[in-house]
C-alpha cells in the first residue's frame, strides 16, 4: 500500500517570511551573545513556534487532545473526543424536509458495518467549529469573486461567534492567506487576495486544508466550505484519493457549492456531490450567483443545528480497515426521520497521523 502524500499549507509570501524570520532570529543571537549571562542557559530542543498569526506551514497551534473534558480553554468552548471514541456530526430532518432539533439521546441508534454501536456521549449544542473556506480563485471565477467574498463573509457572520476560519485561495496552487481568526476584517483581507489565473486544484486544496485542521484546529468539530467553478484539472491527488483522506477518523464534514452552469461536465457535479455526501455534508448547485449568499447562509444553520454523536467501536480500532456508518432516528409524533451524517471512515487514522 502506499503511504498517503503530505500535504503541506503554503503561505502566499513564504520566502519573504522565511528571510525575516532568519534575520530576526540572527539578530536575537548576537544580542544574546554580548549580554551577561545572568540566567541558567535555555534547555536544548526546537524554537518556540512563532505567533499564531503567523505560523510556518505545518506548525502545531495548540490542537486539542482526546481524553479531556470538554469545558472551556481561554474563554473558547471546546468538545473533546474521547480516547477511542469516533465522533459523528449528524442533521436531522421530518419526512417533509424540515430541520428536527429537539430529540434526545434515546432516539438515535448507530450501526457500524451493520452492526449496533453503544452511544457514549450525546450533545445537541451549538458547539463552536474550526473552518476552512476554501475558494477557486482560477481565471473563470474572476467575475464571481466579489459576490462569492461577501457570501463567505456574511456565512461567518451567520455562524457561532466562537467559530475559528482560516481562508485558503486556489488557482493551480493553493495558499493559506489568513490562519484561524474569528475576526470577519482579517477574512475579508484575505478573500480579497484574488490573484484569477491558471487552473483548478480543487482536490489538493481540500486535502491541504483538511491536513490544516487535523494538525492546527484547537476545536474538534471541523467543517470545510468549498467553493468553486469548475472541473479539478490540476491536482496530484484524485477524487478517490482526496475522499480517502477525507474520510480519516473523526474528520471534517464538507459543503460544496458549485457555480458550473448548465454548459459544465457532469464529472465536477459528480465529484463535488460525492466529496459532500461522502463527509456527511452537502452539495449545492445554484443556477444562479445571487444564490450563493442564501446558500451560504443555510450551511451555517446547518452546522450550527447538528447533533454531536460519539460511540466507542465494538471492533477495535487498531484493526484498521474502512467503516461503513448509519446513523437511525425515531420518535413520536414523527412518521420516519432521515439523518444526514457521514459514510464511513478509515479506523485509526486520527492516531497514526499524530
Known amino acids: ?25 540572527l539578530g536575537t543571537w548576537v544580542s544574546a551573545q554580548n549580554a551577561p549571562n545572568t540566567a541558567p542557559p535555555p534547555p536544548s530542543g526546537p524554537p518556540a513556534p512563532p505567533p499564531r498569526s503567523t505560523p510556518p506551514a505545518g506548525s502545531q497551534v495548540g490542537s486539542g487532545q482526546q481524553g479531556q473534558p470538554e ?41 457500524e458495518d451493520g452492526v449496533p454501536q453503544n452511544i457514549t456521549s450525546f450533545h ?40 475559528e476560519a482560516f481562508i485558503v485561495n486556489f488557482n493551480d496552487e493553493y495558499y493559506l492567506d489568513q490562519d484561524f481568526t474569528n475576526k470577519v476584517p482579517q477574512l475579508q483581507e484575505a478573500l480579497q487576495k484574488i490573484d484569477s489565473r491558471g487552473g483548478t486544484a480543487l482536490y489538493d486544496a481540500i486535502v491541504a486544508s483538511a491536513d490544516h485542521l487535523k494538525k492546527n484546529a484547537r476545536l474538534d468539530k471541523k467543517v470545510i466550505l468549498v467553493v468553486t467553478d469548475g472541473e479539478d484539472n490540476a491536482s496530484r491527488e484524485s477524487l478517490e484519493q482526496a475522499v480517502r483522506r477525507l474520510q480519516a477518523e473523526n474528520g471534517p464534514t464538507v459543503y460544496t457549492i458549485g457555480l458550473l452552469g448548465t454548459e459544465k461536465q457532469r464529472r465536477a457535479r459528480r465529484a463535488l456531490a ?8 452537502v452539495s449545492f448547485f445554484p443556477k444562479d450567483l445571487s444564490e450563493v449568499d442564501a446558500i451560504t447562509q443555510e450551511v451555517a444553520h446547518d452546522i450550527r443545528n447538528q447533533y454531536t454523536i460519539g460511540y466507542k467501536p465494538i471492533r477495535p480500532q487498531s484493526q484498521g480497515g474502512y467503516r461503513s456508518v448509519r446513523v437511525e432516528a425515531k420518535a413520536k409524533g414523527f412518521n420516519k426521520l432521515q439523518v444526514r451524517t457521514r459514510t464511513g471512515y478509515y479506523a485509526g487514522t486520527a492516531r497514526a497521523a499524530n
Open 124 to 163: 445537541r449544542e451549538d458547539v463552536p467549529v474550526a473552518v476552512g473556506i476554501v475558494i477557486d480563485n482560477s481565471g473563470s471565477m474572476r467575475d464571481k469573486r466579489p459576490a462569492v467574498n461577501q457570501a463567505a463573509v456574511n456565512f461567518v457572520r451567520a455562524s457561532n461567534p466562537q467559530d
Open 274 to 281: 460525492t466529496i459532500a455526501e461522502d463527509t456527511g455534508g
Open 1 to 25: 500500500m502506499c503511504m498517503p502524500r503530505r500535504v503541506t499549507m503554503r503561505h502566499r509570501n513564504n520566502r519573504f517570511l522565511a528571510f525575516i524570520a532568519l534575520f530576526l532570529a
Open 71 to 111: 469545558g472551556e480553554n481561554n474563554g473558547v468552548y471546546v468538545f473533546k473526543a474521547r480516547v477511542e471514541e469516533v465522533v459523528l456530526h449528524a442533521t436531522v430532518y421530518d419526512s417533509k424536509g424540515r430541520m428536527v432539533t429537539n430529540l434526545d439521546r434515546a432516539a438515535f441508534q448507530v450501526f
